[in-house]
């Protein structure tokens, strides 16, 4: 008996790693939203972003674990399938989160497609939006994200921010870089737009 649970365990480490070597792989292959580092102070990161298409949904709740998990749902169904064509699209990181009283999740359209040449989601829920070319302030951290790291961390961008005289909309975002079932370097950022700031 005892040998039968020490090969299970076995089978279950073995397993775990290499679920865990295809998700680091996996990171590096993700197509991400391109931006230029303009900046960095602190813990701070001010950078450009390129103009994207992103498909979003409004979040029915404002609790971080909730919301994320609802919107995510929607979200990544679409892109695995849930289309009018059957059609998969690749997935892109990070998804994106606001963290207002009006919720709602993004996931970027790899850059090769144009909104017309996109399959019509099966939800109605599902909408299409470009944004333009902005300049954000950016904070990072590890770990798993909750709503307690995430207040802390939206507290030291704003702080930090504030020493410098940095204009902001207050609308900030964040910024989730890995899937669900990565359990090492994960990546999680705070990130706000900039008003009047040039480089």
Do not use: C
């Not at 609802?70 to 849930?82: E, N, Q, R, T, V």
């Not at 954000?136 to 005289?165: H, Q």
């Amino acid at each position: 008996m005892r040998q039968i649970l020490l090969i299970l365990i076995l089978v279950f480490l073995l397993g775990f790693v290499a679920v865990q070597l295809f998700a680091l792989k996996s990171q590096y292959a993700i197509e991400t939203h391109k931006y230029h580092v303009e900046n960095k102070f602190d813990d701070i990161e001010i950078r450009t972003y390129k103009k994207a298409l992103f498909s979003t949904t409004k979040l029915p709740t404002n609790n971080f674990e909730e919301a994320s998990s609802k919107g995510f749902s929607i979200l990544a169904g679409y892109i695995f399938g849930a289309n009018d064509r059957n059609e998969k699209i690749a997935m892109t990181s990070p998804v994106t989160m606001s963290l207002q009283d009006s919720s709602y999740m993004l996931f970027m359209i790899p850059e090769k497609f144009k909104k017309e040449d996109l399959p019509t989601p099966n939800n109605s829920k599902i909408k299409f939006q470009e944004l333009p070319e902005k300049m954000v302030a950016a904070i990072s951290f590890g770990g798993w994200a909750n709503e307690k790291k995430i207040e802390k961390y939206k507290l030291k961008l704003i702080s930090a921010l504030n020493k410098k005289g940095f204009p902001h909309t207050n609308q900030f975002l964040f910024l989730g870089y890995n899937a669900p079932y990565e359990v090492f370097n994960r990546k999680n950022e705070i990130v706000v737009e900039l008003r009047n700031i040039s480089y």
